[in-house]
């Protein structure tokens, strides 16, 4: 049987943190705090730099929520924008990519469900 998950509160400084080129990651909740159903993570970016390159997941849908700044992403053949309070979806199987579109710092929370592919960010780097 699973433990329970432990209740808590998360500070703005709070997490390991790290870099993944121009974009930063602040790590929130692992799969292994969800039972697997999910992971959270923060990525600040400063102005208009590429997030991620073009890609598609296997199994993994993204959700990412606008908390600062301007986001465009590219979904399929279709180019959206997120300002704050935003939610852009980025399903598994569809590919995707995504910037930020602002002449100030972005940031947004990433939610990856089901978890697994944040332990690639924790690879890239070295938590």
């Known amino acids: ?8 509160v998360l500070g703005p400084k709070d997490g390991n943190v790290g870099m993944l080129g121009s974009m930063g990651v602040r790590f929130m909740l692992s799969g292994g705090e969800t039972g697997g159903g999910f992971a959270l993570v923060e990525h600040p970016m400063p102005p208009r730099a590429l997030a991620a390159p073009l890609r598609r997941h296997s199994r993994q849908d993204e959700y990412s929520f606008v908390l600062e700044g301007r986001v465009g992403a590219l979904l399929g053949d279709e180019v959206v924008y997120g300002e704050p309070g935003d939610l852009i979806f980025k399903p598994w199987g569809q590919w995707h990519t995504f910037w930020t579109d602002d ?14 592919f944040e332990r690639y960010f924790e690879e890239m780097v070295g938590s």
């Open 1 to 8: 049987m699973t433990e329970p998950m432990r209740a808590r």
């Open 103 to 116: 002449t100030e710092p972005t940031r947004i929370l990433e939610m990856i469900s089901p978890a697994g």
